[in-house]
């Protein structure tokens, strides 16, 4: 059933007339999110403002069986936010208030359409310590953090967004509120269903609230960049620092044509002849920083590094980090469409799996540069190219289908960090198995008989 | 009306530039439109969307996509925070005139580009006489300069807090100047602009008195005509070249290093869009690239050509602040010129406030149409202006100065508007 007349007046009652938008540029401007895939418009846009009118509102949905994909700023890499034809969006992004910073209990709570960078900052301002930070941090919601279980450049050492999920209220699709974790470091009461919840991609609940662990600061911190002439040098040297049992905050990996790009994007005097480079940052205490670093830096020199800059100070760890950032800025303006995988395969298996690119990239004809997180095997390769050429299309999917096989392949996982959504979802049964499959399906058709949570995504149809 | 198809493939031109955006999203951190509704409709990647699914006909409504176009302020943040480098104004002016081309421009805009705008010497007689007559007929002066330039918001409509026409406009102090170069050797052009022209003739001789004071020799041709910002940015190409036509023959006669403005919009749009949208003989367009080459914000001048420089300033001196327009911060990255011009008369320390970068509120005539939502953003450009303590609000730009004079007066503070070269011209002393 679509939504009509009537049933849109419901919801004008229930959400106020300007949060139901019902024209068709406002149902177009819905209809995608930052993967590249077709856009498919909802029937409908609904905002709620506050929580009883969001529980509300997915009741309504079920009642009247509108599929439902929640968004939060849809800058997701895997589909998960493009809505059902027909269905219904909900936008979260006026759900965006703190609720409480908790300093003597180290937690925060907040409604799930608070922007991660704003909330890492009010965090900050009180002198306590959020660590994920997605390279969307500055617009992406900590709804859809926790919906992708989002990490990012400090994921090596202090973890994913999983890894600060103390608890999640949501809403079933009776709109009733379920409530899961506690405000304790410690708490087994009941099955898991945080666990659950993170990475559910809008599948299995709506959010409702979410209880965040916060923790101290990090005194210091010291960065450098380290130049390879092989990326088995590079490799070997992530092994070596990790075997050293010392744990970077930060471990970032460039190859050769990235560093060419960024180079010939900033002109920041980046080594273009360098077949890898890895950005490498040691925080905690001064004294285990300073000592770490050393260490580091010896271990990078007896790892063939041709050199190692350590930043002296803000300036240059700036353009350590700047190098990084430029990285994908750099490489998306190289050609119209830009395709951002996220293939993760264990530490040790890095060269292999730069090498199994460097081939896929001739076999398809197609640019490929990598970058991404040695530290966690976490690679990015990017595609560069033309969606409108469809030849190059073709080849161009046929190739993602191999870099994930190559990835499985060495042992490792279809996404370290974008989920699965759309895009993914055909290989899923590939990596954990048939079993694994039917069991989410059951426990999915059970908890959501009507299938109307963000349908198609993660599990298929 | 042209029918649909013809709308449909002139978008299609746009596709090169449109397919760049990769739809991450990132625009939405930096848009001052979107803060305010969250409307994804109403940031970048909304708009370039929209352009796309009506050039893609997905979308029939034309008329929907337009509204959207027009609730932006030309700001061009997102295009400088932009991953993807899209050119997200030239894409949003492109489209604006293919809009207008297929709706027609509004008659009262056509009146006023086609009738007044491209004719310098009648809307001069026009705002001449509404600037005696203001009090009186408020009306007249409110449809002639509320809409006549985007960037010329207006005075009189609503509630304004506003600064009236000036009683004796620019052209009437200075009709025209031809000098050599003095003691610094240059020689520069002035195009002073419309606002500054009939709104801050103060911004005017303050400027020429800081030339003087450096010895350089200023070519200030009458009869120039508005830069065309307004005419293009209501997709108005035909008013937008003609008026390009008529600066260009005016300059072309005179021989200088460099052509300087006191008006962010009339740099940015003479460096970056007279030589990019005006489609001539290809003469003309290497003209203009000569002169976009040459031209420069004055505190650009003064500080990167004339080498003016920081003074210490006593601690008991009025504190100034600075805004920076979008248009020298986004479109030319000029930022630290127009602070140190401010640092270098110690009669004002300079403090800074939160948010300097971010943008006034004003977009021309989106002021216009979008009034409530201007003022919602100058609003929060006032409070930070005051939070700074500062004494004065200064700026490089005379639109900006009618917007912070609008928000701060409405704050009752009596912080006071002023560009950045009054501040620097006030320790000129007049015998200079
Ligand atoms: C330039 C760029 C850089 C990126 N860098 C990283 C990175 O470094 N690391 C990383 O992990 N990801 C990264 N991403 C991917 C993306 O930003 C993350 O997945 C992010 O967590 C998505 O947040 P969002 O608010 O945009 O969620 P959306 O895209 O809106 O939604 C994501 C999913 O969450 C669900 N969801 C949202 N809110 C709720 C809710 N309240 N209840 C239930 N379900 C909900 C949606 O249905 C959807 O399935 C990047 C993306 C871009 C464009
Ligand atoms: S930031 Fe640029 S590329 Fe990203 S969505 Fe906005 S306009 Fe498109
Ligand atoms: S130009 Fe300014 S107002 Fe327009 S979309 Fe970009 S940031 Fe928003
Ligand atoms: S930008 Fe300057 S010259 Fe152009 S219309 Fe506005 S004031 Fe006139």
């Known amino acids: 059933m679509s939504a009509n007349a009537a049933l849109i007046k419901e919801f004008e009652t229930l959400l106020g007339k300007e949060n139901v938008l019902t024209s068709e540029t406002d149902l177009h401007s819905y209809s995608y999110d930052a993967a590249v895939l077709d856009s498919k418009t909802p029937a409908l846009v609904l905002r709620p403002t506050n929580s009883e009118a969001l529980g509300k509102a997915v009741a309504l949905c079920n009642e009247n069986e509108l599929k439902i994909t929640v968004r939060g700023a849809g800058t997701n890499l895997s589909g998960g936010t493009i809505p059902h034809p027909g269905g219904v969006v909900i936008l979260t992004n006026a759900l965006n208030k703190i609720l409480e910073i908790n300093e003597q209990d180290l937690y925060a709570r907040v409604q799930p359409g608070v922007v991660t960078a704003q909330f890492a900052a009010e965090v900050a301002s009180r002198g306590l310590f959020y660590p994920p930070d997605p390279g969307s941090q500055a617009v992406s919601t900590l709804g859809g953090n926790v919906a992708e279980n989002a990490g990012g450049l400090r994921g090596l050492k202090y973890g994913v967004t999983k890894d600060y999920v103390m608890g999640v209220d949501f809403f079933d699709v009776d709109g009733q509120l379920v409530k899961s974790g506690s405000r304790t470091v410690k708490c087994v009461t009941g099955y898991n269903l945080t666990g659950l919840m993170v990475a559910s991609e809008g599948t299995l609940g709506v959010f409702e609230s979410i209880t965040l662990k916060l923790i101290p600061p990090v005194p210091a911190a010291k960065s450098m960049m380290a130049v390879f002439p092989s990326m088995n040098a590079a490799a070997d040297t992530v092994a070596a620092i990790i075997a050293a049992k010392i744990v970077p905050a930060t471990l970032e990996l460039m190859d050769n044509f990235t560093i060419r790009t960024v180079e010939n994007f900033r002109k920041a005097g980046l080594p273009v002849d360098a077949e890898a480079l890895l950005l490498i940052e040691v925080d905690g205490h001064p004294a285990q920083v300073a000592e770490e670093a050393e260490k580091v830096e010896a271990i990078c020199k007896a790892n063939k590094a041709t050199s190692v800059t350590v930043a002296q100070d803000a300036a240059q760890r700036d353009k350590v980090w700047q190098a990084r950032r430029d990285a994908l800025p750099a490489l998306a303006k190289l050609r119209p469409t830009c395709v951002l995988e996220d293939a993760t395969v264990p530490r040790s298996k890095i060269p292999a799996m730069i090498d199994a690119l460097g081939a896929i990239s001739k076999k398809y004809d197609l640019t490929i540069g990598t970058f991404g997180h040695a530290g966690d095997g976490n690679l990015h390769p990017t595609i560069l190219t033309d969606k409108r050429d469809t030849h190059e299309w073709e080849r161009v999917e046929k190739a993602i289908d191999e870099i994930f096989e190559k990835a499985l392949g060495l042992g490792g996982t279809l996404s370290g960090e974008h989920g699965i959504g759309m895009a993914k979802s055909k290989y899923l049964a590939k990596e954990t198995s048939k079993a694994t499959l039917e069991y989410s399906r059951k426990m999915k058709s059970v908890l959501d008989p009507k299938g109307i949570l963000n349908p198609g995504k993660i599990i298929g149809w | ?432």
């Open chain 2, 1 to 432: 009306m042209a029918e649909i198809k013809k709308l449909v493939t002139m978008l299609k031109e746009l596709d090169d530039q449109l397919v760049n955006c990769m739809k991450c999203g990132m625009c939405q951190a930096v848009c001052p439109i979107f803060k305010r509704t969250g409307r994804e409709a109403d940031v970048t990647r909304g708009k370039l969307a929209l352009v796309e699914g009506l050039a893609g006909e997905i979308l029939k409504d034309a008329d929907g996509v337009n509204e959207a176009l027009n609730r932006c302020l030309l700001c061009g943040t997102c295009q400088a925070n932009c991953p993807s480098g899209v050119q997200v104004v030239d894409i949003f002016l492109k489209a604006r005139a293919i809009m207008t081309g297929y709706f027609g421009l509004s008659p009262a805009k056509k009146l006023i580009f086609r009738r007044l705008l491209a004719h310098p010497g009648l809307f001069n007689l026009l705002t001449g006489m509404a600037s005696k007559f203001q009090g009186m007929f408020i009306k007249p002066a409110d449809q002639i300069i509320g809409s006549s330039c985007a960037r010329f918001n207006a005075p009189v409509v609503g509630d304004r807090h506003f600064k009236g026409l000036a009683q004796k406009p620019l052209r009437k102090i200075v009709s025209s100047l031809d000098e050599p170069a003095g003691k610094s050797g240059l020689r520069v052009a002035f195009f002073p602009g419309c606002v500054v022209d009939k709104m801050y003739p103060d911004v005017g001789t303050a400027s020429l008195k800081a030339l003087r004071h450096h010895g350089v020799g200023v070519f200030l041709p009458s009869g120039q005509a508005c830069c065309g910002i307004p005419a293009l940015s209501s997709g108005d190409r035909a008013t937008f070249e003609s008026l390009v036509r008529q600066n260009l023959a005016k300059f072309r006669a005179g021989q200088f290093d460099y052509l300087l403005t006191p008006c962010a919009t009339c740099t940015s749009t003479i460096k970056e869009l007279w030589p990019t949208m005006y489609k001539g003989a290809d003469a003309d367009v290497q003209a203009l690239k000569e002169l976009a080459e040459k031209t420069m914000d004055i505190s650009q001048f003064l500080v990167d050509v004339i080498g003016v420089d920081v003074q210490a300033a006593s601690s008991k001196a009025p504190k100034v602040t600075y805004h920076d327009p979008c248009h020298l911060k986004n479109s030319l990255g000029v930022t630290a010129q127009p602070r140190k011009v401010l640092k270098a008369n110690p009669a004002y320390q300079f403090v800074e406030m939160a948010e300097a970068g971010v943008c006034c509120g004003c977009g021309g005539s989106f002021n216009i149409n979008h009034y409530e939502m201007s003022k919602a953003i100058g609003t929060r450009k006032a409070e930070n202006v005051i939070a700074s303590g500062a004494d004065v609000a200064a700026t490089s730009c005379p639109a900006c100065m009618m917007q912070l004079t609008d928000m701060l007066s409405r704050q009752g503070k009596g912080v006071r508007v002023k560009h950045v070269i009054e501040c620097y011209a006030e320790m000129i002393s007049s015998a200079d």
